[in-house]
Nanobody, 127 residues
């Protein structure tokens, strides 16, 4: 079992920044890859970013490249999502997720590849 708790969401103006955190517990943190997804009202949950178990590999959705950065701190059992140059269309509930099946360098992009999910944190970007 893996428990995930997100934090750091909030209200920010367009062009601003937020840093989301996801604290993991219940299983050795380095044994699973991590990802971030988001879901806006009326939309499907979509991939945002992923980081491999090793931390060496990352992946981003095209619309987030250059604006978002995913990282992980093994010592703190935490994964981060730094979001810069935020846009109103980034408004959504952001979820972190754990992939316990991927190889050491694999970054998963699909929802079905993730086994555990957090409860989500709301990010609202005003224009």
């Amino acid at each position: 079992q893996v428990q995930l708790v997100e934090s750091g969401g909030g209200l920010v103006q367009a062009g601003g920044s937020l840093r989301l955190s996801c604290a993991a517990s219940g299983r050795t943190f380095s044994s699973y890859a991590m990802g971030w997804f988001r879901q806006a009202p009326g939309n499907e949950r979509e991939f945002v970013a992923a980081i491999s178990r090793s931390g060496a590999n990352t992946a981003y959705a095209d619309s987030m490249k250059g604006r978002f950065t995913i990282s992980r701190d093994i010592g703190k059992n935490t994964v981060f999502l730094q979001m810069d140059s935020l846009k109103p269309e980034d408004t959504a509930v952001y979820y972190c997720a754990a992939d316990i099946s991927g190889s050491y360098y694999y970054t998963a992009r699909e929802k079905y590849e993730y086994t555990y999910w957090g409860q989500g944190t709301q990010v609202t970007v005003s224009s």
